[in-house]
């Protein structure tokens, strides 16, 4: 019991962040309608997650601007045991067609596979991912 309130608690901190950054894009006005959104959530090995953590920042949010995928977030909950091994993230595409050809541009990208590679010498970095196409709701600051 106490662990399912743990992760309620989690996902509702990532929930209450993720609203505020999606009302802080909208009033940019750079999330049109019909953009989509899509959550990633990455479950990471055991004492892996600075390494993932220095991957993203060194390289793979480089790599997703240049495959056109916007980033909005990126998030590591507050709490432990979640603190330790979930990374969170949300992207902007603008349709789940161009999410696909996007994500197979960045994943034939030879720096991405490099960098996948020496990142992981010592073993995957990601145990499992969970990811969600999300689409705001009519009432949502970020449509």
Known sequence: ??????????????????????????MSGSNPAHHVFELRLYHVHEGKMDALKARF????????????????????????????????????????????KNWDAFHDDPEWQK?????????????KIDNYFMDPTSYSASR
């Open 57 to 100: 920042g060194d390289y793979t949010d480089a790599l997703f601007k240049r495959h056109n995928m916007k980033s909005v977030g990126y998030w590591v909950p507050e709490d432990a045991p979640e603190s330790q091994n979930l990374f969170v993230y949300i992207l902007e595409h603008s349709s789940r067609t161009e999410a696909k």
């Open 1 to 26: 019991m106490g662990r399912i309130l743990s992760d309620m608690k989690t996902l509702l901190s990532f929930l209450c962040g993720a609203a505020v950054m999606f009302g802080i894009s909208a």
């Open 115 to 127: 960098v996948k590679a020496e990142s992981e010498k010592n073993g995957p970095l990601v145990d």
